[in-house]
């Protein structure tokens, strides 16, 4: 069983809050990642790391930021919410390396920006 | 550039039946994997099952099967014996597996029911 957590789980915040979604893994893998779901929907890679200190942008644009000081951690902020940014956040996390491994899925974070 | 087409967004299917979920690919690359991924209405992704691109057999998880068809970049989940609890939706997703490349692209998903 995966061992990749998320916190909060929901959350209901105003406009202009800065908030911090947390996502942490045991399981040491080197890849992390951020997708953004809309309810039904596909989901959209929003960011990723390789590794410590190695954080990209995904193919969708995100206002938020991440960062990657630690292997297990790697969390999720915005600077200002805002109703557009009213969706489910799924962390995942997968094995490194050259061969092709399933990512495995935190429970995500479902995101309310009144 | 890669893609991923799910054209079913929703399927019924009858408890205790068979049921093939379609999933069609584009992709230059040589080397690639693809996945199946079931998302309840909880929210969360379970992996289903995996197909590298030079697997010669087709995978097979339990009641899960790919039915991978290289030549007409088709990837069809089949689900032997639905259950209720196989009510989902289910998302294909495709990976290169190059040097360092690690993206996934999802598809749109398929919403399947189970009836009793």
């Known amino acids: 069983e995966a061992d990749i957590y998320q916190t909060p789980r929901y959350l209901v915040i105003g406009t202009g809050k800065k908030i911090t979604l947390e996502c942490s893994q045991t399981m040491g893998h080197d890849k992390m990642y951020w997708y953004q779901q809309d309810p039904g929907m596909e989901l959209h890679l929003i960011h990723y790391s390789y590794g410590v200190n190695s954080t990209e942008k995904g193919d969708l644009s995100s206002e938020s930021t991440v960062s990657r000081i630690r292997t297990e951690h790697f969390p999720l902020t915005l600077e200002s919410a805002r109703p557009s940014h009213t969706s489910q956040y799924l962390c995942a996390s997968s094995e490194g390396g050259q061969g092709v491994y399933e990512q495995y899925f935190g429970p995500g974070t479902r995101l309310t920006v009144t | 550039a890669q893609k991923i087409t799910q054209t079913q967004p929703g399927m019924f299917v009858q408890e205790k039946e068979a049921v093939t979920l379609d999933c069609t690919y584009d992709t230059s690359d040589q080397s690639y994997g693809l996945f199946w991924y079931k998302q309840p209405s909880s929210g969360e992704m379970i992996f289903l099952i995996y197909?590298?691109?030079?697997?010669?057999q087709n995978a097979t998880e339990g009641r899960y099967s790919l039915n991978f068809q290289k030549a007409r970049k088709s990837a069809n989940l089949v689900i032997s014996a639905s259950q209720l609890g196989d009510s989902a939706m289910y998302f294909c997703?495709?990976?290169?597996?190059?040097?360092?490349?690690?993206?996934?692209?999802f598809g749109a998903g398929t919403r399947l029911f189970v009836k009793a």
């Open positions: 997703a495709m990976r290169d597996g190059g040097t360092g490349g690690f993206k996934t692209i």
């Open positions: 197909q590298g691109s030079y697997d010669e």
